[in-house]
T-cell receptor, first 116, second 113 residues
Framework: AQKVTQAQTEISVVEKEDVTLDCVYE???????LFWYKQPPSGELVFLIR??????QNEISGRYSWNFQKSTSSFNFTITASQVVDSAVYFC?????????????FGTGTRLTIIP | DAGVTQSPTHLIKTRGQQVTLRCSPK?????VSWYQQALGQGPQFIFQ???????QRGNFPDRFSGHQFPNYSSELNVNALLLGDSALYLC????????????FGSGTRLTVV
């Protein structure tokens, strides 16, 4: 069975600080996909990144970066020079590629608060 | 380009009643998934529809059913509502190749009293 653990329930940092959100996953499949989503107070989940299990390259997108390490089953998310607009709940999710069927298994989320 | 549209945004129902939630996928998307998000929790997969058929289902009872129409829109029906069904119900759409990932709607907040 697949599982995603986000051990950090809530994090608060002062604006402009860097912050890393941790994500640890469990799966028996060799082919799988990892995601990060942002959920602002409005409720919709905003897609941030999708990474397949064969691509361990780190990714950077503006102030966001992701570190994927299969050896530790982790897919951590770092926000550099945080801004108040980054305040939201962030979810890590996992899907297993099963002949094109793909459901997302989410972690419990990390509530990030950026203090001005 | 409109994203995923869900209706209604909020709903209050009495225990034992039935409810129907609606979802219009993003333009160009043909796959619709439904998730239940209890307060303070991550979304839980209910089921996924593709080509008007339920393709995959999560661990939800038969009280939860759905439908997809030829225009790819979808409905989620919940019968015999329980207090524990109170949650945010999220609809997500995607293309079959899922390269862009899923696009989520803002959800329907269901309160069962």
């Amino acid at each position: 069975a697949q599982k995603v653990t986000q051990a950090q329930t809530e994090i608060s940092v002062v604006e402009k600080e860097d912050v890393t959100l941790d994500c640890v996953y469990e799966t028996r499949d060799t082919t799988y996909y990892l995601f990060w989503y942002k959920q602002p107070p409005s409720g919709e989940l905003v897609f941030l990144i999708r990474r397949n299990s064969f691509d361990e390259q780190n990714e950077i997108s503006g102030r966001y970066s992701w570190n994927f390490q299969k050896s530790t089953s982790s897919f951590n998310f770092t926000i550099t020079a945080s801004q108040v607009v980054d305040s939201a709940v962030y979810f890590c999710a996992l899907s297993e590629d099963d002949f094109g069927n793909e459901k997302l298994t989410f972690g419990t989320g990390t509530r990030l608060t950026i203090i001005p | 380009d409109a994203g995923v549209t869900q209706s209604p945004t909020h709903l209050i129902k009495t225990r034992g009643q039935q409810v129907t939630l609606r979802c219009s996928p993003k333009s160009g998307h043909d796959t619709v998934s439904w998730y239940q998000q209890a307060l303070g929790q991550g979304p839980q997969f209910i089921f996924q529809y593709y080509e008007e058929e339920e393709r995959q289902r999560g661990n939800f009872p038969d009280r939860f059913s759905g439908h997809q129409f030829p225009n790819y829109s979808s409905e989620l029906n919940v019968n015999a509502l329980l207090l524990g069904d109170s949650a945010l119900y999220l609809c997500a759409s995607s293309k079959e190749d899922r390269v862009e990932g899923y696009t989520f709607g803002s959800g329907t907040r269901l309160t069962v009293v």
